[in-house]
């Protein structure tokens, strides 16, 4: 579901022991305040606003992300 954010395909990129090629990848998605995320795309996806209905695009609270670290 995250191919269509640029920067997923570096973030799983591996060598042939499976270690990840480039450790410091990010997505390319970042907070302009407390309450707004800006997504970069690879290309155009009409089917943007639907991705973003599945669960696994809604946000966490930073603090129960790092308590699963």
């Given amino acids: ?3 269509v ?10 060598d042939e022991e ?3 090629a ?3 990848a990010k997505l390319a998605v970042t ?6 995320l ?9 089917y943007w606003n ?5 669960p696994t695009y809604l946000p966490v609270r930073e603090d ?3 308590s699963e670290a």
Avoid: Q, S, W
Wanted: aromatic fraction near 10%.
């Fill in 1 to 3: 579901m995250f191919e």
């Fill in 5 to 14: 954010v640029k920067g997923y395909a570096e973030m799983y990129e591996a």
């Fill in 18 to 20: 499976g270690n990840l």
């Fill in 22 to 24: 480039n450790p410091d």
């Fill in 31 to 36: 907070a302009v305040d407390n309450k707004t």
């Fill in 38 to 46: 800006t997504v970069t795309l690879n290309n155009a996806v009409a």
């Fill in 50 to 54: 639907e991705l973003l209905a599945f």
């Fill in 64 to 66: 129960v992300v790092a």
